[in-house]
Nanobody, 124 residues
Framework: QVQLVESGGGLVQAGGSLRLSCAASGRTFSSLVMGWFRQAPGKEREFVAADSRSGGSTYYADSVKGRFTISRDNAKNTVYLQMNSLKPEDTAVYYC?????????????????WGQGTQVTVSS
């Protein structure tokens, strides 16, 4: 079983930055593909970003491309989401997700493990 714990959410003004962290335990971190999803009130959970097990490949939703960066530190069993140029429409609960299947996916159903979520609020 994999446990994921997110941190780093908060309130920020539009144009500001936040960095989310997700610490993983329970399985060799380098065997996991990590992803970030978000869910705004009244909306479905949506893909934000994912990486490969080595961190050498990254994937982004069009809505965040060029503003968000996913990265990982396998020595610290942690994945990060650096969010720059934040917009009010980025407001959501952000979830860290992991899969042992070896490949990333845009679909939340492809990830077996989930964190509890962290709130990000961007004020205009």
């Amino acid at each position: 079983q994999v446990q994921l714990v997110e941190s780093g959410g908060g309130l920020v003004q539009a144009g500001g930055s936040l960095r989310l962290s997700c610490a993983a335990s329970g399985r060799t971190f380098s065997s996991l593909v990590m992803g970030w999803f978000r869910q705004a009130p009244g909306k479905e959970r949506e893909f934000v970003a994912a990486d490969s097990r080595s961190g050498g490949s990254t994937y982004y939703a069009d809505s965040v491309k060029g503003r968000f960066t996913i990265s990982r530190d396998n020595a610290k069993n942690t994945v990060y989401l650096q969010m720059n140029s934040l917009k009010p429409e980025d407001t959501a609960v952000y979830y860290c997700a992991a899969t042992g299947r070896g490949y990333y996916s845009y679909s939340s159903g492809s990830y077996e493990y989930w964190g509890q979520g962290t709130q990000v609020t961007v004020s205009s």
